[in-house]
């Protein structure tokens, strides 16, 4: 069973930047899409980003595109999103997620495995 852990969450002024690790135990991590996804409580989850299996393709929610990189490293079984440009509305519960399909273009409408999510606040 793949289990996933996010790191790097906390409290950013807005314009700052946050880089988070979802780091992978269990399984090896290059035979899942990963993404991350967000969640404010009391709304929907929104899908922010995800990269295939070998990391040649990568896709952005337009919320993020610009200013988010998604990016994996298969030796480390770890997976990052460099968050820069913040702003306040991107506050939320971040979750890093995998899928064992591979999806070309576009990220996974479901993921198989979820982490338990690390919370982003930005704020002066």
């Known amino acids: 069973q793949l289990q996933l852990v996010e790191f790097g969450g906390g409290l950013v002024q807005p314009g700052g930047s946050l880089r988070l690790s979802c780091a992978a135990s269990g399984l090896t991590l290059d035979d899942y899409t990963v993404g991350w996804s967000r969640q404010v409580p009391g709304r929907e989850r929104e899908g922010v980003s995800c990269?295939?299996?070998?990391?040649?393709?990568?896709n952005y929610a337009d919320s993020v595109k610009g200013r988010f990189t998604i990016s994996r490293d298969n030796a480390k079984i770890t997976v990052y999103l460099q968050m820069d440009s913040l702003k306040p509305e991107d506050t939320a519960i971040y979750y890093c997620a995998a899928d064992v399909e591979s999806w070309p273009g576009s990220c996974p409408p479901e993921y198989d495995y979820w982490g338990q999510g690390t919370q982003v606040t930005v704020s002066s």
């Open positions: 990269i295939s299996r070998t990391g040649d393709t990568t």
